[in-house]
Nanobody, 121 residues
Framework: QLQASGGGLVPSGGSLRLSCTASGITFRLYAMGWFRQAPGKEREFVAA????????YYADSVKGRFIISRDNAENTVILQMNSLKSEDTAVYYCGADYWLVSQDPNNYEYWGQGTLVTVSS
């Protein structure tokens, strides 16, 4: 029900735009989040946005470099990633969290399949 796309290989300092499109859910009722998981590590919070797009939250490691946004008319959430670093390399997952925004992945009901981001140094 969540389809993520936009990953790829990018040099350090470059940019990527991840997109996640929802289907089968009432998108405007869900807060949306992006998480990532690097090899051998646990899934970690990256960014989240509330149901209306009025409030956004970021992990300290990406604050000032990443921007999360959503378009409720298109059932889409976007993660614009700028000034990428090698430590941003991971599989990125979008998630849908009913009603309340959260940084805890256990609160998310739906997940996309993940899209790989590789940043070369």
């Amino acid at each position: 029900q969540l389809q993520a796309s936009g990953g790829g290989l990018v040099p350090s300092g470059g940019s990527l735009r991840l997109s996640c499109t929802a289907s089968g859910i009432t998108f405007r009722l869900y807060a949306m989040g992006w998480f990532r998981q690097a090899p051998g590590k646990e899934r970690e919070f990256v960014a989240a946005i509330d149901r209306n797009g009025g409030d956004t939250y970021y992990a300290d490691s990406v604050k000032g470099r990443f921007i999360i946004s959503r378009d409720n008319a298109e059932n889409t959430v976007i993660l614009q990633m700028n000034s990428l670093k090698s430590e941003d390399t991971a599989v990125y997952y979008c998630g849908a969290d009913y009603w309340l925004v959260s940084q805890d992945p256990n609160n998310y009901e739906y997940w996309g399949q993940g899209t790989l981001v590789t940043v070369s140094s």
